[in-house]
């Protein structure tokens, strides 16, 4: 099992940039994909970002390609999302989630998720 706590959520101006970790507990981090999804106000979750147990392969909505950066370190059972040129539209709630099977990009492939992390990026 992994338990995960999302943290580096806040309010910033369109343009700037954020940096969100999620640090897992459990001896098996290494063995899991990983993965961001976010839930906008009013709208349903949608996947960001996914990266391999290895981090050899990375994945990412069109929406943040060239915007946003998933990285893991294993030894510190830790993932994080790289956040640059924000805009408006990705204000949501940020979670991120486990899986143990495939670097999913759907939200029913993942078996863990923390409890998010809010971003608000103003106009």
């Known amino acids: 099992q992994v338990q995960m706590v999302e943290s580096g959520g806040g309010l910033v101006q369109a343009g700037g940039s954020l940096r969100l970790s999620c640090a897992a507990s459990?001896?098996?981090?290494?063995?899991?994909?990983m993965g961001w999804f976010r839930q906008p106000p009013g709208k349903e979750r949608e996947f960001v970002a996914a990266?391999?147990?290895?981090?050899?392969?990375?994945y990412y909505a069109d929406s943040v390609k060239g915007r946003f950066t998933i990285s893991r370190d294993n030894a510190k059972k830790t993932v994080y999302l790289r956040m640059n040129s924000l805009k408006p539209e990705d204000t949501a709630v940020y979670y991120c989630a486990a899986a143990r099977y495939t670097t999913g990009t759907h939200s029913y492939e993942y078996d863990y998720w923390g409890q998010g992390t809010q971003v608000t990026v103003s106009s």
């Open positions: 990266i391999s147990w290895s981090g050899g392969s990375t």
């Open positions: 459990g001896r098996t981090f290494s063995s899991y994909a």
